[in-house]
């Protein structure tokens, strides 16, 4: 790339963003707090979605000592639905890093930041040329697509060893009078424009200078292989209700996927030598009644797929209730973080009763 072709390449792209950018509320601000709670939260999730999930958060934990000092149950249940909860559990321990060891203050150079809990690559070069103006590249799927057009990049971006030629081409690229424009202009323009099927090249504001639109092959790229086929797993879950209307709920473990948030009682399936009301006797030490069907639906992760039937049952017998389960009145469960398929579960047994 020479001078003048990045000059125009930096131009173009800062100018079309301050004239076209899209009015977010983490754009009204350089608080790097701010602008971190943003980052994680556009993780994996589109922006609608998280626009009031960002305004509720930031009304409740204004401040990175208002966040280091949240309840878990609490904080998991501001973050019910957003989905990827250990963002959550990492950006609190990242902010209780900085309140107790940084006095509170966003460190402000790659080198430290990137040792906060949770901090990588990507978070790390946003908050900086964001909040701080530091010339530093923010690399997600969104700058990855632009630049593998606008420069005929070929490599596959599925190996994690490519992203280092799109940091490199970012960093000699980079507007260093003002990065905050020129990385959020990349990520828009990824996010609008240049988007994985049909891109609007008529638009494009760099499209003069895209050798994948000069040559036809910007619908071709970027070139990322296919990632293998996700588990699938049958389970079937019961909303028990006792007597006294309460339901059970069983608290996740406190590591691996939801950990530590409540669902209803969960089988997986195939139970082979046993029914799903004697696993529940077995496991939850109580007896049920015959289960009626809820719905039946399927909730992908990233990893894996869960194909779920949900039934409602009442409390025949509490035997030996299992540790990790606790009835709760309805008004209670409404308080509990829940995931989102279990808050569908539940919706739906609230819409039937």
Known sequence: MNELYKKQVRNALVTWFQEEKRDLPWRKTTDPYKIWVSEVMLQQTKVDTVIPYYERFISKYPSLESLATAPEEELLKQWEGLGYYSRARNLQAGVKEVVEEYQSIVPSTRHEISKLKGVGPYTAGAVLSIAYGVPEHAVDGNVMRVLSRLLLIKEDIAKPKTKKIFEEAVMELIDEDNPSAFN????????????????????????????????????????????????????????????????LLEKRPSKGLLANMWQFPMVELPTLKHSVEEIIELDYGISISKREEIIAFKHIFSHLTWEMESYGALLIEEKNLAANCKWFTKEEIELQPMPVPVLKIWNTWKEKV
């Open 184 to 247: 959020q202009g990349l990520m828009e323009l990824g996010a609008v424009i240049c988007t994985p099927t049909k891109p609007k090249c008529l638009l494009c504001p760099v499209r003069e200078y895209c050798t994948a639109f000069f040559e036809g092959m910007q619908e071709g790229l970027p070139i990322k292989t296919i990632t293998k086929k996700t588990k699938v797993h049958k389970v079937k879950s019961v909303v028990i209700q006792a007597n006294d209307g309460k339901i």
